[in-house]
C-alpha cells in the first residue's frame, strides 16, 4: 500500500516562501502523477498544481506565476516551491499521487495528510 508523508508547511509573511515536500512509500508500484491540492473550511478541495513522471505541469490559474511543482522520480517526492505567498493562498495543503499497482494490475489514487499554510502578518 502506497503511502504518502508531506512536510514543509508552517506559518509565513505575505510575500514570502515555503516548499512542500511530499514523498510515496511503499513497494510494487509506479508513479504516474502526482500534485497538490488546498481546501480551506467550507469550500471544496481545489487544485493546486500536477506534474507526471514524464514532466507535463498543470497549475491552478491563481498559482500559476508564483508557484512551482517539480518531482524527483528517483526519490518518488514531488515538491512545491511557492513565493510571493498571498494570504488566499492560507488553506491545508494534501499531496496526491495516482499510481500503478504491479500486484493489482491498475491504477489507484492516494492521499496524503494534510499539512497547513498559513500566510499571515
Known amino acids: 500500500q502506497v503511502q504518502l508523508v508531506e512536510s514543509g508547511g508552517g506559518l509565513v509573511q505575505p510575500g514570502g516562501s515555503l516548499r512542500l515536500s511530499c514523498a510515496a512509500s511503499?513497494?510494487?508500484?509506479?508513479?504516474?502523477?502526482m500534485g497538490w491540492y488546498r481546501q480551506t473550511p467550507g469550500k471544496q478541495r481545489e487544485l493546486v498544481a500536477t506534474?507526471?513522471?514524464?514532466?507535463?505541469?498543470n497549475y491552478a490559474d491563481s498559482v500559476k506565476v508564483r508557484f512551482t511543482i517539480s518531482i524527483d522520480n528517483s526519490k518518488k517526492t514531488v515538491y512545491l516551491q511557492m513565493d510571493r505567498l498571498k494570504p488566499e493562498d492560507t488553506a491545508v495543503y494534501y499531496c496526491?499521487?495516482?499510481?500503478?499497482?504491479?500486484?493489482?494490475?491498475?491504477?489507484?489514487?492516494?492521499w496524503g495528510q494534510g499539512t497547513l499554510v498559513t500566510v499571515s502578518s
Open positions: 496526491n499521487t495516482n499510481y500503478y499497482s504491479d500486484r493489482a494490475r491498475r491504477n489507484f489514487e492516494v
Open positions: 506534474i507526471t513522471t514524464g514532466g507535463d505541469k
Open positions: 511503499g513497494s510494487g508500484f509506479r508513479i504516474n502523477a
